[in-house]
Nanobody, 112 residues
Framework: VQLVESGGGLVQPGGSLRLSCAAS????????MRWYRQAPGKERELVAV????????RYGDSVKGRFIISRDNAKNMVYLQMNSLKPEDTAVYYC??????WGQGTQVTVSS
């Protein structure tokens, strides 16, 4: 199982970023997928969840109305569109398959 995140970077408050997670070496369309984040000194936080065929979508309270999770099963990709970013969104963002498979993470920094 391989999960590789990309798309992080430095963005100003109010800006947007789109994170991508490329999945391989498993039947991607069979699995619910999640995005988590972890800020320095804080516990890892669930950001968003998407079911195997996108029928189930859930968001953490802190990102509701600003972030959008999506997936493309034909491409084995899951995405996180992040809008109206705030400094408190600064964290390492991780792609996760619920049976404890994680990507290496991608850093998102929101700062002026």
């Amino acid at each position: 199982v391989q999960l590789v995140e990309s798309g992080g970077g430095l963005v100003q408050p109010g800006g947007s970023l789109r994170l991508s997670c490329a999945a391989s070496v498993f039947t991607f369309s069979n699995y619910l997928m999640r995005w988590y984040r972890q800020a320095p000194g804080k516990e890892r936080e669930l950001v968003a969840v998407i079911g195997s065929i996108s029928r189930i979508i859930r968001y953490g309270d802190s990102v509701k109305g600003r972030f959008i999770i999506s997936r493309d099963n034909a491409k084995n990709m899951v995405y996180l569109q992040m809008n109206s970013l705030k400094p408190e969104d600064t964290a390492v963002y991780y792609c996760n398959r619920p049976d404890n498979y994680w990507g290496q993470g991608t850093q998102v920094t929101v700062s002026s």
